[in-house]
Structure formats: C-alpha cells, structure tokens
C-alpha cells in the first residue's frame, strides 16, 4: 500500500506565506508526477500545481509567479511554496501522485493516490 501524507497548513494573514509539504510512503517503484490541489469550499477541486520526475513544471495562471512546487525525489516528497498569499486561496489543499507499485500477484502497476488534504486559511 501507499500513503500520502500532507503537513504544512494553516492560518495566515494575506500578503504571508506558507510551505506545504507532502511525502508519500509504502511499497513504490517510482514516482512520475506529483501534485497539488485545492478545493474551496462549495467548488470543485483544481488542479495549483504539478511537476513530473523529470522536472517539468505546470501551475494555474492564478498561483504562477506566488507559489512555486518542488520535489526531493530520493524522499518521495513534494513541496508547495505559497508566498504573498490572498483570500482566494482558502481552501483544502490536496496532494496527489502518480506512483508505480507492486501488488500481492508481485505484478507492477501504476495508481493515483489522494492525501487527505490540508486546510489553508488565509484572513483579510
């Protein structure tokens, strides 16, 4: 099994910042992409972030040049930095992989994983 398990949330006023954090654990092969997500409330969930093994990077036009994603791929682990946060950015956020691992038959196989999410709260 594989888990994803999300730090790094909170309360902050607008104009500061916050570092997420999120590591994933169990029986993983590889990792390609690793992602952040958020979900405001009564909205749907959107993608903030994302970036492959490789390095490759995608924001929304909403977070680009505030927020910045990283990975340490020898900890299984991705990182979200939000700077100059605003209101708009409430919301639970979400990590999510894409993770190569291995079954009971011992056949690999790949699969999305979802953490539990982490609530970001960022006051007027």
């Known amino acids: 099994q594989v888990q994803l398990v999300e730090s790094g949330g909170g309360l902050v006023q607008a104009g500061g910042s916050l570092r997420l954090s999120c590591a994933a654990s169990?029986?993983?092969?590889?990792?390609?992409?690793m992602g952040w997500y958020r979900q405001a409330a009564g909205k749907q969930r959107e993608l903030v972030a994302r970036i492959t093994s490789g390095g490759s990077i995608n924001y929304a036009d909403s977070v680009k040049g505030r927020f910045t994603i990283s990975r340490d791929n020898a900890k299984n682990t991705v990182y979200l930095q939000m700077n100059s946060l605003k209101p708009a950015d409430t919301a639970v956020y979400y990590c999510?992989?894409?993770?190569?691992?291995?079954?009971?038959?011992?056949?690999?196989?790949?699969?999305?994983?979802w953490g539990k999410g982490t609530l970001v709260t960022v006051s007027s």
């Open positions: 169990g029986s993983i092969l590889s990792i390609n992409v």
């Open positions: 999510n992989a894409d993770i190569k691992t291995i079954g009971t038959s011992g056949v690999p196989y790949n699969m999305q994983n």
